[in-house]
């Protein structure tokens, strides 16, 4: 079962592949929020839920394993990981496995103070978080910098500050708001395959060519060696990896690697992976199901470019009421 899947359509019917093809009995639930969400249509089965706030949130979720015998539930937003994960007993005593990290993991991943730290910690380098009102204080401010929420998604809030009167706008208007460095260069989403022991199983960069509303529209696959080693140091150090682990860096113009976000859940470019070879939902369900996976770290083409666009799926009125 898909939680949130909204518009992850490839995703889903790409795990409906794998099933078929493996020769699986079995169906794609998605559980959403929203009636006129793609993935509903694209599902085997589809059911609306409460908010992740609503007190029944848990209760829907864990009613609906047992009512369609889902033997793995699959969020894919950031706000949801938190609530599931505290709640990933009782979803093992029931026999469905979360495909979540640990809260611990969840609490460094959402706060990017949080994520700062983590990566100060275990010696990667990522952009320096300043005091906002010390640079406010300072006439002759190194702008620009960065600002952005604490705890957003998405790319929402997060702003170029190129001097102080923009600085202090967006304090007054970006929630919880931090101030960063700001590094420029090549950005890179990667996507990591941590098995059900932590153990990272596979990496993928993907250089990101274009971007529209904080998603990458156009991505290539890179086989950057030290991407990949350093990538597999930060995942081996989250204490309870599990799943794909999202993370984003920036090489910068004089060729330093600063790591900037880590995402504990699919991200919204995945598809290029697995059409470059890295068939992190076959890999899944195998291990799932204690079958053997012929996983390696870089056992994918390098140099698969995706170009998205725009698709539709045509419903009846009747069918979002």
């Not at 009636?35 to 029944?56: C, G, K, M, Q």
């Not at 848990?58 to 950031?78: G, S």
């Not at 005091?131 to 929420?149: Q, T």
């Not at 079958?291 to 045509?314: C, H, P, T």
Request: aromatic share 8%; with cysteine.
């Amino acid at each position: 079962m898909f939680t949130s899947a909204g518009r992850r359509v490839a995703l889903v019917r790409h795990f409906k592949k794998i099933l078929s093809e493996l020769g699986l009995f079995g169906k794609i639930v998605v559980a959403d929020l929203q009636s006129n969400a793609p993935t509903r249509f694209i599902a085997d089965e589809s059911v609306l839920v409460p908010p992740v706030a609503d007190p029944l949130y848990i209760q829907t979720i864990l009613r609906l394993c047992e009512d369609h015998n889902i033997q793995m539930v699959i969020p894919l937003i950031d706000t949801e990981l938190g609530v599931l994960g505290e709640n990933e007993e009782q979803f093992r005593k029931m026999g469905v496995r979360l495909l979540v990290s640990s809260t611990q993991v969840n609490d460094i991943c959402v706060d990017k103070r949080n994520t700062s730290r983590f990566l100060q910690s275990i010696g990667i380098e990522t952009p320096k978080i300043y005091d906002a009102n010390r640079i406010l204080e300072d006439n002759e401010g190194s702008y620009p910098y960065f600002i952005k929420p604490a705890c957003g998604s998405g790319s929402v809030g997060v702003n170029k500050v190129k001097n102080r009167s923009e600085l202090e706008f967006y304090m007054k208007h970006v929630p919880e708001a931090i101030v960063q460095e700001y590094v420029s260069g090549k950005e890179y989403t990667i996507d990591v395959l941590a098995d059900f022991e932590g153990k990272v199983r596979c990496v993928v960069p993907r250089l990101r060519i274009e971007t529209r509303a904080g998603e990458v529209s156009k991505g290539m696959t890179v086989k950057d060696p030290e991407i990949i080693e350093q990538s597999i140091k930060i995942v081996s150090a989250l204490p309870g990896a599990l799943g794909c682990i999202t993370l984003q860096c920036i090489r910068t113009v004089d060729d330093q690697l600063k790591f900037i976000e880590i995402n504990p859940r699919f991200g919204g470019g995945f598809p290029l992976a697995i059409e470059a070879g890295a068939d992190f939902p076959k890999w899944i369900i195998q291990l799932l199901r204690g079958s053997q996976a012929n996983i390696e770290i870089d056992k994918w083409d390098d140099g698969v470019v995706m170009l998205r666009y725009d698709d539709a799926i045509f419903v009846r009125k009747k069918d979002i009421l």
